[in-house]
């Protein structure tokens, strides 16, 4: 859900000149937010892929507050957006990247995964510290349930065409990013 994300980005913005290095950490950063929100759960696929993760998770999910909750809401968006703000200003001194696309392609990372959270039927507390959940479409038995059938036969095949006709109608603005890249 991050790249479609991205790929809409691209698709429907105007382009502006980039280096590879700033494309491929951006690649990277858009990734990493899609999977930011889940930081909150102590199983997630990323700690598992960290030395010592699995000692790291179990500190920061209850600080979290256990899964889905601050993360997955607009105030917890607005908490990561802001400290990684401060991070990549400070990873900016050192790095010729333009940090500005960083920020923004971990954002829309972070909000499509929020946007896909709300497909299925736990949904997202937008609102968090209120205890509402929401979701689409607004009846639960209508969503999807996390790693089942429908997630995997309907929304990722779903996703893969999705990006393919928004690549395919808009071909040639992805040639003409792909010629802003230094």
Not at 102 to 111: E, K, L, R, S, T
Not at 137 to 165: D, S
């Amino acid at each position: 859900m991050a790249f479609t994300g991205m790929i809409m980005v691209l698709a429907y913005l105007p382009v502006t000149d980039m280096s590879l290095a700033t494309a491929v950490v951006g690649f990277g950063a858009n990734m990493l937010g899609g999977l930011g929100p889940d930081l909150d759960e102590a199983t997630a696929d990323i700690w598992d892929k960290l030395r010592g993760g699995s000692l790291i998770s179990r500190i920061i999910s209850p600080l979290l507050g256990g899964h889905r909750l601050i993360s997955h809401s607009i105030l917890g968006m607005w908490l990561i957006g802001i400290g990684l703000k401060w991070l990549l200003a400070k990873i900016g001194a050192v790095l010729i990247v333009d940090m500005n696309i960083v920020w923004w392609a971990f954002m829309i990372g972070y909000a499509s995964h929020l946007i896909s959270d709300m497909l299925t039927k736990e949904g997202v507390p937008l609102l968090f510290p209120i205890p509402i959940k929401f979701g689409f479409p607004p009846f639960k038995a209508l969503r999807i349930t996390t790693g089942k059938i429908m997630e995997k036969a309907i929304v990722f095949p779903g996703l893969l065409l999705l990006n393919g006709y928004i690549v395919y109608q808009n071909y040639g603005k992805f040639l003409e990013v792909l010629h802003h890249i230094k």
